[in-house]
């Protein structure tokens, strides 16, 4: 059996945002925490309303946890990761894999964002044929580095670029993000533990701890906590924090002191940002109304 | 396409499903559900909230959903275990194996959302893969119900035909099809109208399809049989022997691949029994970006799309 | 499709040697962890000796895991759960799964023991159309609860009947055994967290620690140490026992004490009692030559 | 049973994997190998020597060692991922689907001692679905190796294609089938034997007992061509309905379930453009317990199974 590949338009590098990005970005990069903070909050906050009107004009989307994943995205993308907009198949590019690929929305705003392609794109997101499917696809979207959206997926692709970066005596680094919900997956455990045991130094691991799932609070569903002695266990350097917190978030981000893989637990709010959704489980796909929209639009500029 | 069914009032299967479900909890205290999280996705709030101890909700974890309803089994329930069909079937798929049909549990297994309904999210969350992954199970019946009224028939077989079954549970919306009258029964195709040069068979949301596409080619002269095989396993083989000794030719509708599905079963029992000419209709392939309606008429699974392969395999193209 | 049955004469009850058991079985289980030692001790060896024969006489085996789980099998079928082997349906039985599958032989060896079968089928071991199939299938064998074979398999099955019996309000308990190279499954760390969301305090699972697996020891292959934080942090009480210690392993096998479901680390000898297989990960699943079958008996009657 | 293929000399194709494998990592350093505490059973002890670092065992986690396999596609290698096939298809089911195969990473599949190799462990441990279940992904090319030499030449072939790629290993002794000069192409099946009255279809190890087959329907008159179809996924849709066309009738013969595997690949092609007979033998239902040989006599998977099917289909029997 074949795969039909997408009759869409494919999407392409915009070049201006695509400059800017690599000079900013550098500078955010070479930056302290501290000094880099205020600015990559400005960048999420755009990247916030990006995210509105992209779930907005799709009818459809996750927006909860892409409120909530928002930061540690920005923070990853533009302020730790040296990605390539305009080469997105850079063989020494720094690696970014979203697990949780329900977000998708949040990605694609970030990439967006850097320029992987126009910002004007997003308004496909989900319209027929468009590469911007409702789950993150490589073929069709630059910048991504393997197909999520089934949870559990993303974290052993990533142990295993991780570790393929070591066998080839490589620099880049490999940040995952996944969902706390998506820690009840086993196979995250199965990947937690070959990375601890190839001692990957070069992997982040990223729990959006918002403390929500689909249905329910994670610890009414099934509990996770301690979660930090969970990763423990497991043979990794544990870093908790406000994931909402630029300076904290770039301060875990920086690479492991132990030799061992590090796991940070991002303390976080679903639909951070905007008052009505934050961590109320029914905004995990609800899909805000216009006047939903502008309200949450207005308190995303102050 | 102004056609009968396709301007008939339409149903959200899931409700029937869950109220079915209730129904019978009611009535047996044996009766649980088993999910991933998907407490609503699975239309089980009502239930949770009539039973709430009988919801057992195991997080995202399907590989343990699949084999704590084993145990629940062992224990001597009848887990009704219900999560998005791709997930259920791909992440659970050696737990469906060895824990329910060797080990030879009375596990319900209830693939919400099958096929492309989940249209814009994409391939990951498709479940065009599910027919032909549990037609390779042994001893697992599978069931795919064509309207509200067979979605409630197939809980309720599936609740006391103390065996392994695997249902798939339409959330894109379909009109009703099933006469009152209609059987439902393992190995017993439902036969909706009567016909002579040509069958169509079909499942799930292509039965009012084929219904559709069976009056059109009567406008043609062309006389259409059609079949809703609802149980993939098993099939109804006499059925399908019957057609094609009977009409000589057969068309196969399907929201899935055709490497091991509803199609490639006919055409088992075709070759075997009677070769006549045989056109499949199913998913080529990880569909695009789109919404369930719009895939379904990117790949052909419509009203035209069945009536043109009929006339194909006819030779009146 | 239809599962085509077993054409093999099918397994009965031993009325002696069961008869024999419910007896014997009742004084142990009503016996302290002290006094029932030396005759849990005495079964143990006596069905080393069985697996041994067993083994030989299929030619076929896994041969180091049968020994090193022997004493917990024993301790467990005979000194803890109350079995039936004239009624092996029966609803109040409490529950045993070996989930390590491949260590059928002394499963089998041991539910002879208690008089599920008679022990000269035992001789029936991986032959044509035998029920003693060479991993436990529960149509076949009575007293199997769930078909095993597959690693990670009968934990969540364990975990669903231990659940099964807290919505039916039974008492029955149930005691799963696993390997420690299974614990390399994602789908035990999934059951994990569900047993202990549930509070399933009727539920024990034991880890036969014997620190090979298939191909080399654990921690050389992917390391699970440390094993009893990892159990801790996911919600169990832990306990660790020299597991070849039948009043240890009695002990442990002791109810919940903190409402919580229990996990006892058992350090075991992977080959134990036969000096030139223990601890050898080449005994994993070699088969003994007669001389060796030889040799390895008169060690056990010591 | 005293014929020719049957007597002759047998051979292990694990070993040729794993030789072919290590001279393609010494000339590529691109390929690794991943396994599931399967370095002995995958045999690849003497790869793991000679390439220590190379040999990445995730211990008994398939849906890790997946996932793992992927990404280290990802980072530029090529790996080929290698463990018993039961457990490497059913229990990372998933992970092939939207990691391998849908996201569209040259990983290589290596299904270890399938079909019913295992013998006595039982159907845990066969792999009669794996055929079904792999068909059943988009994209996914599935080679079935009959003898030494097409073993060798799948390891190249996947290596060098690009593509994700399952290839069935298998442990069942079996005799030398194949020419020299036989071509081993995707989509190509390996004509080897002329015949004009029926034709065996047949895959891996019943390639040899389809020759034996045609060599006893030969002493009765009964001209059975023989096609090795080697590669179930992209088939020879030409060969088979040349087959069909130019010799009236088909058997096909697999060491798998007929759900979706090489019968069923068969008979779709056959109906939709010739039909004609067709008999499918394979695998029934999970086995009872018995070494590789008797369960393979005990199902007719024989030379002997095959010729009777062939005189079934030709009304001979
Ligand atoms: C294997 C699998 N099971 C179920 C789902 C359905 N699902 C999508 S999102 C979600 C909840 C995820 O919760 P969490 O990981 O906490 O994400 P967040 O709160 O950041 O949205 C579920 C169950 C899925 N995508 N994949
Ligand atoms: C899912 C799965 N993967 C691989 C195997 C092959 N296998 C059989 S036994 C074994 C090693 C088990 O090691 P451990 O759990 O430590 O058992 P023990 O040492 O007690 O024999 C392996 C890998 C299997 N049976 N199931
Ligand atoms: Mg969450
Ligand atoms: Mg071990």
């Not at chain 1, 789950?135 to 993303?154: D, F, I, M, Q």
Request: charged letters at 20%; proline letters at 5%; aromatic letters at 6%.
């Amino acid at each position: 059996m074949t795969t039909v590949l997408e009759p869409a338009a494919p999407l392409q590098v915009d070049d201006h945002a695509a400059h800017v990005y690599q000079q900013r970005s550098a500078l955010l990069r070479a930056s302290s925490p501290a000094e880099a903070a205020a600015e990559l909050k400005g960048i999420a906050t755009a990247v916030r309303r990006d995210i509105l009107t992209t779930i907005q004009s799709a009818g459809m989307g996750h927006v909860g946890g892409d409120l909530s994943v928002t930061d540690l995205l920005v923070t990853a993308l533009w302020g730790t990761l040296r990605m390539h907009p305009a080469d997105p198949g850079h063989p020494q590019r720094d690696r970014f894999v979203l697990s949780k690929g329900h977000c998708a929305a949040a990605l694609y705003s970030t990439l967006a964002s850097c320029g992987f392609f126009p910002r004007a794109r997003l308004s496909e997101f989900m319209a027929p044929l468009s590469p911007l499917n409702g789950h993150p696809a490589r073929l069709k979207v630059p910048g991504v580095e393997t197909n999520s959206g089934p949870l559990g997926h993303g974290f052993p692709v990533a142990a295993g670029i991780a570790l393929g970066a070591r066998l080839r005596g490589e620099a880049w680094r490999t940040i995952v993000v996944l969902g706390d919900g998506e820690m009840q997956e086993g196979s995250n455990w199965e990947a937690a533990m070959t990375a601890a045991h190839y001692r990957l130094s070069n992997l982040t691991a990223v729990v959006d701890r918002n403390r929500l799932q689909q249905g329910a609070r994670t610890e009414d569903t099934t509990a996770l906590d301690p979660l930090d002695a969970k990763w423990e266990s497991f043979g990794f350097e544990v870093r908790v924090i406000d994931g909402h917190d630029h300076q904290a978030i770039k301060e875990a981000y920086a690479p492991s002191t132990t030799g061992r893989p590090v796991a940070v637990i991002a303390n976080t709010v679903k639909g951070k940002g905007v008052s009505f959704m934050e961590d109320r489980v029914e905004w995990h796909h609800k899909v805000p109304t216009d006047e939903q929209v502008r309200l949450a639009l207005e308190e995303l500029t102050r | 396409m102004s056609t009968l069914t396709q301007q008939a009032a339409t149903f959200d299967c899931r409700t029937d499903f869950a109220d079915e479900l209730i129904t019978l909890a009611r009535a047996d205290e044996r009766i649980v559900a088993v999910c991933n999280d998907s407490v609503g996705s699975s239309n089980l709030v009502k239930f949770r909230d009539e039973f709430p101890d009988r919801l057992i909700n195991v997080g995202i974890a399907e590989q343990d959903m699949v084999g704590v309803a084993a145990g629940l089994a062992n224990a001597g329930f009848i887990p009704f275990t219900s999560a998005a069909a791709p997930f259920l079937t791909g992440r659970a798929m050696e737990q469906i194996k060895a824990d329910v049909a060797y080990t030879h549990r009375h596990v319900v297994l209830c693939g919400q959302s099958p096929g492309m309904a989940y249209g814009e999210l994409g391939p990951t969350h498709h479940s065009i893969e599910d027919l032909s992954w549990m037609r390779a199970i042994p001893g697992l019946e599978i069931i795919v119900p064509a309207d509200p009224s067979q979605m409630r028939s197939a809980v309720r077989w599936a609740a006391a035909s103390g065996k392994p079954t695997y249902i798939r549970v339409p959330r894109f919306k379909v009109p009703a099809v099933t006469p009152d009258d209609a059987p439902f029964e393992a190995g017993r195709a439902v036969r909706l109208t009567e016909g002579s040069d040509v069958t169509l068979i079909a499942i799930g949301t292509m039965v009012s399809r084929a219904l559709d596409a069976a009056a059109a080619l009567g406008r043609d002269g062309i006389s259409a049989r059609v079949l809703n095989m609802t149980f993939v396993e098993p099939l109804d083989a006499d059925a399908v022997v019957a057609a094609a000794r009977e009409t000589g030719a057969i068309v196969t509708a399907e929201e899935g691949l055709l490497s091991g599905g509803l199609g490639a079963a006919v055409a088992k029992v075709v070759a075997e029994n009677h070769p006549v000419a045989v056109r499949m209709l199913g998913v080529p392939a990880f569909a695009p970006t789109g919404s369930a309606a719009f895939l379904l008429e990117h790949f052909g699974l419509t009203a035209d799309g069945i009536a043109g392969a009929a006339r194909a395999v006819l030779g009146r193209a």
